[in-house]
Structures are given as structure tokens and as C-alpha cells.
């Protein structure tokens, strides 16, 4: 596709992927434990919706290279932060294995997607 048919980040399969799988998240942490409400909880709903919100902040500094690629950098530490929130969700028991993996596994796709577009920053940025 090319960069004129995204009309917003919201376009993006890495978005509408990362967006949706923040969402199954949410749903998924609301049965963790009431003990858990300021740790894991948090934590693992914070980096996920990161992961979204950062991608948006890079899709609008798509003018300057250097301030797009930090962004999409921030997106792919908060993605590698969620699977981690996503290991520990499960050896506490909290979610179970087959759900950690489905989720790990998704992230490796939003990772994939990421490092793709750090890699080829010149098909998004506009004004050159």
C-alpha cells in the first residue's frame, strides 16, 4: 500500500492490531485480583494502550525522520514491556497459557510491524 492510502494511524494493521489486542487485554485483566488493581493490572493495561498511543504521536511526526523513528522506538519498548506483563499475568495464573501465548504471539506480530517501519522510514514520512 502506499503511504498516500493511510488517511490516519488508525489505517495501520499494526494499529488496529495492537488496538484490539489492548482491548482483549482490558477484558481479560478486569478478573485479575483486587491486589493486583495497582500493579500487574496497571501495568499491563498502561504498556498495551502505550503501544497505540505512542504509534499515533509517531504517525503525526511523520515530518521529521529522526522524531518519527524515536516514536515508533517508543512503541516497540512498550510492546516488549506488555509481554512481559503477559508472562508474569500467566505464572501468577491470572490468565491462562494458551491466552499468554495467543497474546505473546500478537505482539510478535505488532513488533514485526513496528521494526518494519524503523527499518523503511522514508515510505512514511511525508515532505520529502
Request: proline fraction near 2%.
Amino acid at each position: 500500500m502506499k503511504k498516500e492510502s493511510f488517511k490516519s494511524h488508525e489505517d495501520l494493521v499494526v494499529f488496529q492490531l495492537a488496538f484490539n489486542t489492548a482491548m482483549k487485554i482490558f477484558e481479560l485483566s478486569q478478573k485479575f485480583p483486587v491486589e493486583e488493581k495497582y500493579s500487574l493490572t496497571d501495568q499491563l493495561r498502561r504498556s498495551s494502550r502505550s503501544v497505540c498511543a505512542n504509534l499515533a504521536e509517531a504517525w503525526r511526526k511523520r515530518r521529521y525522520k529522526a522524531a518519527f523513528i524515536a516514536k515508533l522506538s517508543d512503541c516497540e519498548a512498550e510492546a516488549a514491556e506488555t509481554q512481559v506483563w503477559i508472562k508474569f499475568a500467566v505464572k501468577c495464573s491470572y490468565i491462562n497459557i494458551e491466552q499468554g501465548r495467543e497474546l505473546y504471539k500478537t505482539y510478535n506480530q505488532v513488533l514485526k510491524g513496528l521494526v518494519n517501519m524503523i527499518n523503511n522510514p522514508n515510505q512514511w514520512i511525508i515532505g520529502e
